[in-house]
């Protein structure tokens, strides 16, 4: 159903250079294939890669992570100490995948290096469960913060309507749709442009705290071991958000194939970014203690806005300008780089071949931007999606952990292939064993939730046999299939890549 191309195109010209020539099939032509190719472009300069991973990473999480962290906690010291550690385990994790990223020179992050260790099934469960569930339901909860703050000027003394969330919300998805499909160049554009602003955001937050220590404002800081003692189960959930915060620095991955000069700038774009984000959580954090207590903190439902009030008295509309900003990246985030899972899956016959295509004057993925968009509106306007995430939040860490084991499997099984950067050994294995014990956690703390996210995963199983492995559909699918692909080429004038016609 997934392998074959019903209509061989291609295209004389040099995407490198930004010429085209390309031909797009004709319902009734008849003539032979030329020679060309078509080829992403390499666009993701270092700059373009840190933006990527610290405009990803930097988000909600440092909105919602502090109470949580805090909670399981029981003390500033220990809270802080856990934001320090969780920003060292996700740099191990990030220096993990910089060794896959530069021996593994293909787009998709996880699901390329899942099915490089393990096989195609596990790799097609993973992006099967992307594709379905996980991105849609993700790019839907964060651009509903977005829809949110957007409209919270304008009901400052009422409730905001549900609806009108929902519709400003859809607006979002389509415009950062647009964007990701429009250009390659003025998507970079806009990312560079969005994580700088999140970046004097966060230094706003930091500079008034480090003003009032300097001043001598540390009485939230006294005895900062002192508070309620952190349980055994607390002190894991503690760690899992922070996590959650943290998240994002794996995104680079998924663009491999367009980075320039990859054996240096993913894992100098990953230091660099890791770097950054774990001292601007930090000094974050001791910024938010400067000016409200342990339990302010734990009883505020928005602390980035407390924040500001106390810092900036008379522009607190300014806070919700810059949470704007953080969320509307973390959205365009949520749509750039996940798009190229599904574009490799695709080319890998996992997905079907639209899906591998690239617009012929664009040099965009257009299919696999496009096929997002339905899935995610589906979810905006039914049901709650925090609980499907809840439902599907422990397949994240699982797959991750997989990859990172098939990090250490890889060594083994293929010894000899070119590593240009290469980690000790003692950091893969910390870190999935880590992975391991949070999904095992979140199994044992909430085994309905967690239970129903693994049946739903599960499902790729059966789809995967349904769909790749059983050839002998009938002629007619077949047949309607290859229309089908043909009559959404012309529409949406793409053409197969290079890769493609290799393959």
């Known amino acids: 159903m997934f392998r074959k191309a019903a209509v061989t195109t291609v ?23 030329q020679e060309g190719k078509v080829v992403l472009k390499k666009k993701v300069t270092l700059l373009r890669g840190i933006s990527i991973i610290i405009g990803t990473i930097i988000g909600a999480g440092i909105f919602i992570s502090p109470k949580g962290i805090l909670k399981n906690t029981g003390s500033v010291g220990m809270s802080l100490t856990v934001w320090t550690v969780c920003g060292i385990l996700s740099l191990f994790g990030a220096l993990c995948y910089a060794e896959l990223g530069t021996c593994i020179k293909k787009s998709g992050g996880h699901y390329t290096y899942i099915l490089e260790a393990f096989g195609p099934l596990p790799a097609f469960v993973r992006v099967w469960v992307e594709l379905l569930i996980i991105r849609p339901a993700a790019t ?29 919300t859809a607006v979002g998805i389509t415009l950062v749709m647009v964007l990701n499909s429009t250009s390659v160049s003025w998507s970079a554009r806009i990312q560079i442009f969005l994580t700088f602003c999140k970046l004097v955001a966060i230094l706003i937050i930091i500079v008034p705290g480090v003003i009032q220590l300097i001043k001598g404002e540390t009485q939230h800081f006294k005895n900062a071991f002192a508070g309620n003692d952190a349980s055994v189960m607390g002190l894991p959930l503690a760690f899992y958000s922070g996590m959650y915060a943290y998240s994002g620095w794996f995104y680079l991955n998924f663009v491999t194939e367009e980075v320039e000069n990859p054996e240096k700038n993913i894992p100098l774009a990953i230091c660099i970014s890791m770097i950054i984000v774990t001292v601007g959580y930090v000094l974050t954090n001791v910024a938010y203690f400067t000016t409200i207590s342990a339990g302010e903190l734990l009883l505020s439902k928005a602390v980035a806005v407390v924040s500001y009030r106390r810092k900036i008295q008379s522009y607190v509309p300014a806070a919700v300008v810059f949470v704007d900003i953080f969320l509307f990246s973390g959205e365009k985030n949520q749509g750039t780089c996940p798009i190229r899972m599904f574009f490799v899956a695709s080319r890998e016959g996992h997905l079907p071949e639209i899906l591998s295509m690239i617009h012929v004057r664009k040099h965009t993925p257009l299919p696999a931007v496009i096929v997002l968009h339905p899935l995610t509106m589906i979810m905006l306007f039914n049901g709650d999606l925090y609980s499907l ?27 000899d292939m070119p590593r240009p950067f290469k980690v000790p050994l003692f950091i893969p294995a910390l870190f999935s064993f880590t992975c391991l014990f ?12 967690t239970g129903i996210g693994f049946a739903i995963t599960l499902t790729g199983v059966p789809a995967y ?17 290859g229309k089908v692909t043909v009559t959404l080429q012309i529409l949406l004038e793409v053409i197969p890549s290079e890769e493609d016609q290799k393959s």
């Open 140 to 168: 839907a909860v964060i651009s509903l913060a977005f829809g949110r703050y957007i409209l919270e000027p304008f009901f400052m003394q009422c409730e905001i309507p549900e609806l009108a969330i929902k519709l400003i």
């Open 438 to 449: 949070m999904v095992a956690l979140s199994l044992y703390s909430d085994p309905v939730n």
């Open 11 to 33: 295209s004389n010209g040099n995407y490198l250079q930004g010429q085209t020539n390309g031909r797009l099939p004709s319902m009734d032509s008849g003539q032979p294939a």
């Open 389 to 415: 995430l809840n439902f599907l939040s422990f397949a994240r860490w699982l797959f991750i952990g997989l990859v990172v084991a098939g990090l250490i499997y890889l060594r083994y099984k293929r010894p």
């Open 465 to 481: 046999y349904l769909f790749i492995v059983w050839d002998k559909k009938p002629k007619w699918f077949r047949k309607l299939l």
